[in-house]
C-alpha cells in the first residue's frame, strides 16, 4: 500500500520572517494581506492572544501595539525563495514530490519503510530546519487524503510535529474527532450541503452512502469518498487539477484616475496571469479585463465595466496579451472616476495550441518557436534571479499604484540590494 506524507510548513509567513529576525523567536507575529488589509499568517504566540485569521487589521491595531505584536507586510519574493528552497530540499530526500501550495507539499514514501516512516520523517524534519530555519509538520497517510489528516494532528497534538496512520482503528477514531472541513477538498460550500444531510463529522462522512455523497459533491465527493476508504487500488487517486481559469488583480494603495497607470497596472497583473499560464502549460482562448471604483466610498461617483475578448489561436505569449489587454482596457476606460482596482481574467483554458490557419495571428514554425523559447528564457531569468529582473515596458518603472506595504521586511534572498547586513 502506497505510503504518502504531506510536509507542511508551520506558519509559514511568520516562519520565514524569524529567519532573519531571530529576536521575534517566541513572541507574537502576523503577516498582513495585499495593502495590509487582513491578518493572514499568525505565530503560535499570536494566535494564544486571539488574534484571528483574516481580522481586518485596523479593527485590532491599538490591541496588536498593546501587546508588542510584531507586523509585517507580505514579502511574496523573500516567501517564494525560501519556499523554493524548502522544496529543493525535500527532493533530496525522495525522489518524487508533489508541490501543493507554497507552504505544502506531498512527497512519496514509497521503499522508506525499512527505515521507520516516522524515524525518517522525523530526519526529514530536523534537516529542513537545520538547512532552511523552517520548521515544519509531516503526517504520514496511504493517500494523499489521509496524510492531509494525519498531517492535522502532526501540527496541532505532536510535539515532535509527526504522525503515522498506521492502522484502520486509528484512521477511525480520528474521523470522530475532526470536522468536515479538516477533509482536504471540502469547503464551506460543500460543508453547508453536507450538513443539511445531517452530516457534522469526517466520521459522518465516511460512514455515508456513497451515492448521498456523490449527490452533493460529484465525482469529487466519490474520490474522497474511496481515500477515506483506502479504495484507490480501483480509482484514481486525487491530483491537484490544474487552473480551469486564472485571475489576477490588486486593489490600489491610492485610488488611480488617469489612463496610463491603469494600463501599467494591468500589464503587471497580465504578466503575472500568463507566468501562472505557462507554468501549468496552458494556452488560453479568452481574456476579461476589468476596472472598477471604490464600492465602499458610497460618496463617490461609481463606475465598474469589464470586456471579454477571445482569441482565434489559444495563446499565452505575455507581451502579446499585454497589447490586447491595454488596447481593450481604453475601451472601457472613463475619465474623471477615481479606480479602485484593474484585473485580468483568463479562461478557456488548454493544454494545446491549435493553429488555425486562416489567422492573423498564425505564425510561421520557426517565429513561433522563437516567441516560445523567449517566454521560457525569460521565466527562468525571473525565477533565478528574482520577480521582474526582466519584465516589459509596459509595466511601468515607477509603480505609483502598488499596493500599500507599510511593514515590509527586506527581501533578503533575491535582491542585491537587500542582502543581510552582519556587522
Not at 529567519?19 to 523567536?25: C, G, S
Not at 509538520?137 to 496524510?147: H, T, W, Y
Given at each position: 500500500?502506497?505510503?504518502?506524507?504531506?510536509?507542511?510548513?508551520?506558519?509559514?509567513?511568520?516562519?520565514?520572517?524569524?529567519v532573519f529576525n531571530p529576536k521575534l523567536e517566541h513572541k507574537p507575529v502576523v503577516v498582513l494581506s495585499n495593502n495590509d488589509g487582513c491578518i493572514i499568517s499568525r505565530s503560535n504566540e499570536a494566535k494564544a492572544l486571539g488574534i484571528k485569521?483574516?481580522?481586518?487589521?485596523?479593527?485590532?491595531?491599538?490591541?496588536?501595539?498593546?501587546?508588542?505584536?510584531?507586523?509585517?507586510?507580505?514579502?511574496?519574493?523573500?516567501?517564494?525563495?525560501?519556499?523554493?528552497?524548502?522544496?529543493?530540499?525535500?527532493?533530496?530526500?525522495?525522489?518524487?514530490?508533489?508541490?501543493?501550495?507554497?507552504?505544502?507539499?506531498?512527497?512519496?514514501?514509497?521503499?522508506?519503510?525499512?527505515?521507520?516512516?516516522?524515524?525518517?520523517?522525523?530526519?526529514?524534519?530536523?534537516?529542513?530546519?537545520?538547512?532552511?530555519?523552517?520548521?515544519?509538520?509531516?503526517?504520514?497517510?496511504?493517500?494523499?487524503?489521509?496524510?492531509?489528516?494525519?498531517?492535522?494532528?502532526?501540527?496541532?497534538?505532536?510535539?515532535?510535529?509527526?504522525?503515522?496512520?498506521?492502522?484502520?482503528?486509528?484512521?477511525?477514531?480520528?474521523?470522530?474527532?475532526?470536522?468536515?472541513?479538516?477533509?482536504?477538498?471540502?469547503?464551506?460550500?460543500?460543508?453547508?450541503?453536507?450538513?443539511?444531510?445531517?452530516?457534522?463529522?469526517?466520521?459522518?462522512?465516511?460512514?455515508?452512502?456513497?451515492?448521498?455523497?456523490?449527490?452533493?459533491?460529484?465525482?469529487?465527493?466519490?474520490?474522497?469518498?474511496?481515500?477515506?476508504?483506502?479504495?484507490?487500488?480501483?480509482?484514481?487517486?486525487?491530483?491537484?487539477?490544474?487552473?480551469?481559469?486564472?485571475?489576477?488583480?490588486?486593489?490600489?494603495?491610492?485610488?488611480v484616475s488617469e489612463l496610463g497607470p491603469l494600463q501599467q497596472a494591468l500589464s503587471n497583473y497580465i504578466m503575472i496571469a500568463s507566468k501562472k499560464l505557462r507554468k501549468q502549460g496552458s494556452y488560453t482562448s479568452a481574456m476579461q479585463i476589468?476596472?472598477?471604483?471604490?464600492?465602499?466610498?458610497?460618496?463617490?461617483?461609481?463606475?465598474?465595466?469589464?470586456?471579454?475578448?477571445?482569441?482565434?489561436?489559444?495563446?499565452?505569449?505575455?507581451?502579446?496579451?499585454?497589447?490586447?489587454?491595454?488596447?481593450?482596457?481604453?475601451?472601457?476606460?472613463?475619465?474623471?472616476?477615481q479606480y479602485h482596482k484593474v484585473g485580468v481574467l483568463l479562461y478557456d483554458l488548454s493544454d494545446n495550441k491549435q493553429i488555425d490557419l486562416f489567422s492573423i495571428d498564425y505564425l510561421p514554425g520557426k517565429e513561433k518557436i522563437r516567441k516560445?523559447?523567449?517566454?521560457?528564457?525569460?521565466?527562468?531569468?525571473?525565477?533565478?534571479?528574482?520577480?521582474?529582473?526582466?519584465?516589459?515596458?509596459?509595466?511601468?518603472?515607477?509603480?505609483?499604484?502598488?499596493?500599500?506595504?507599510?511593514?515590509?521586511?527586506?527581501?533578503?534572498?533575491?535582491?542585491?540590494?537587500?542582502?543581510?547586513?552582519?556587522?
Amino acid at each position: 500500500m502506497n505510503k504518502i506524507a504531506l510536509v507542511d510548513c508551520n506558519n509559514f509567513y511568520c516562519s520565514v520572517e524569524r529567519v532573519f529576525n531571530p529576536k521575534l523567536e517566541h513572541k507574537p507575529v502576523v503577516v498582513l494581506s495585499n495593502n495590509d488589509g487582513c491578518i493572514i499568517s499568525r505565530s503560535n504566540e499570536a494566535k494564544a492572544l486571539g488574534i484571528k485569521m483574516a481580522e481586518p487589521v485596523y479593527k485590532i491595531m491599538p490591541y496588536l501595539k498593546k501587546n508588542k505584536v510584531s507586523i509585517y507586510s507580505s514579502n511574496y519574493q523573500l516567501y517564494g525563495d525560501m519556499s523554493h528552497r524548502v522544496m529543493t530540499n525535500l527532493n533530496y530526500f525522495v525522489p518524487h514530490i508533489d508541490i501543493y501550495s507554497i507552504d505544502e507539499c506531498f512527497i512519496n514514501l514509497n521503499g522508506f519503510e525499512h527505515m521507520g516512516l516516522i524515524n525518517y520523517s522525523q530526519t526529514i524534519k530536523q534537516k529542513i530546519y537545520q538547512w532552511t530555519g523552517i520548521p515544519v509538520a509531516i503526517g504520514v497517510g496511504n493517500n494523499k487524503v489521509m496524510a492531509k489528516l494525519a498531517n492535522h494532528i502532526a501540527k496541532k497534538h505532536k510535539g515532535d510535529g509527526v504522525f503515522q496512520l498506521n492502522s484502520l482503528e486509528q484512521e477511525q477514531k480520528l474521523m470522530k474527532q475532526l470536522e468536515l472541513t479538516e477533509i482536504w477538498g471540502i469547503g464551506r460550500r460543500s460543508e453547508k450541503k453536507l450538513k443539511q444531510l445531517g452530516l457534522e463529522s469526517v466520521w459522518d462522512f465516511y460512514t455515508s452512502s456513497q451515492m448521498q455523497i456523490k449527490q452533493v459533491m460529484g465525482i469529487n465527493g466519490v474520490q474522497l469518498y474511496y481515500a477515506l476508504h483506502n479504495q484507490f487500488n480501483n480509482h484514481q487517486e486525487l491530483e491537484q487539477s490544474d487552473k480551469k481559469s486564472i485571475a489576477s488583480s490588486r486593489s490600489f494603495s491610492t485610488l488611480v484616475s488617469e489612463l496610463g497607470p491603469l494600463q501599467q497596472a494591468l500589464s503587471n497583473y497580465i504578466m503575472i496571469a500568463s507566468k501562472k499560464l505557462r507554468k501549468q502549460g496552458s494556452y488560453t482562448s479568452a481574456m476579461q479585463i476589468y476596472l472598477s471604483t471604490n464600492p465602499f466610498q458610497q460618496n463617490t461617483r461609481q463606475y465598474h465595466n469589464c470586456i471579454n475578448i477571445d482569441f482565434a489561436m489559444p495563446c499565452n505569449d505575455s507581451f502579446k496579451l499585454i497589447r490586447i489587454g491595454k488596447s481593450a482596457l481604453k475601451k472601457i476606460y472613463k475619465r474623471d472616476y477615481q479606480y479602485h482596482k484593474v484585473g485580468v481574467l483568463l479562461y478557456d483554458l488548454s493544454d494545446n495550441k491549435q493553429i488555425d490557419l486562416f489567422s492573423i495571428d498564425y505564425l510561421p514554425g520557426k517565429e513561433k518557436i522563437r516567441k516560445e523559447k523567449l517566454m521560457r528564457v525569460i521565466d527562468k531569468i525571473n525565477q533565478n534571479m528574482g520577480t521582474d529582473t526582466v519584465f516589459s515596458g509596459a509595466q511601468g518603472i515607477k509603480k505609483h499604484w502598488l499596493e500599500k506595504r507599510n511593514y515590509l521586511s527586506q527581501r533578503y534572498t533575491t535582491n542585491w540590494n537587500e542582502l543581510l547586513q552582519v556587522n
